[in-house]
């Protein structure tokens, strides 16, 4: 009986995080056009290039660390307890190219999909622009794309990704592939 009602708190704070991510527009009207390569280094400015620091109202260039690869949910931190999450699967994919994935699956089911672009922001702030989602056979576009903002930490060999929700939930994700 114990195991079960873990088994379903587990789930629960699962998708909770989950739809973190169906949260409404942050009210920024931000476009598609608008979201910068995460990834990209900023080139120098000089006598022969223009100056292309983010302009006012533009997201500001990322630092180096931030994520790339492919990254499991692993465990979820709530107020000093860990769980460790066995039956449900999300996968976060970050490309090169500032794009993302995420899927969630309970035992191999898919129930919950997104992607869009992501951007780092003050080192320590994840945004992610949910550009659509899927829960079960409910496809959604979302023009605005929907922001939805992590305070995130990466680990310096870039393994260990650590994604915290405003209500202070952290999942822990560990690096599968790439980076």
């Known amino acids: 009986m114990k195991t079960r009602v873990r088994t379903r708190i587990i789930f629960l704070l699962a998708m909770l995080l989950v739809a973190s ?24 400015a000089g006598a022969n290039q223009p100056d292309t620091s983010p302009q006012p109202g533009e997201p500001p260039l990322a630092s180096s660390s931030q994520p790339l690869g492919t990254y499991v949910m692993t465990e979820v931190h709530d107020k000093g307890i860990v769980s460790i999450i066995s039956e449900v699967k999300t996968v976060i994919r970050f490309s090169p190219d500032g794009s993302y994935d995420r ?27 949910i550009e659509m ?13 929907l ?6 930490t990466l680990s310096p060999d870039g393994q260990e990704l ?8 952290t999942a822990v994700f560990r690096r599968t592939e790439g980076g």
């Open 103 to 129: 899927s969630s699956s309970k035992e191999g089911t898919p129930y919950h999909n997104d992607w869009g672009h992501y951007r780092v922001e003050d080192d320590d702030k994840l945004i992610l622009s």
């Open 21 to 44: 991510c169906k949260a409404t527009s942050s009210g920024t009207n931000a476009k598609p056009n608008s979201v910068k390569n995460a990834n990209a280094s900023a080139p120098q």
């Open 162 to 169: 650590q994604l915290t929700t405003d209500d202070g939930k």
């Open 133 to 145: 989602s899927k829960q079960k056979l409910d496809n959604k576009v979302h023009n605005p794309p």
């Open 147 to 152: 922001e939805k903002t992590h305070k995130f």
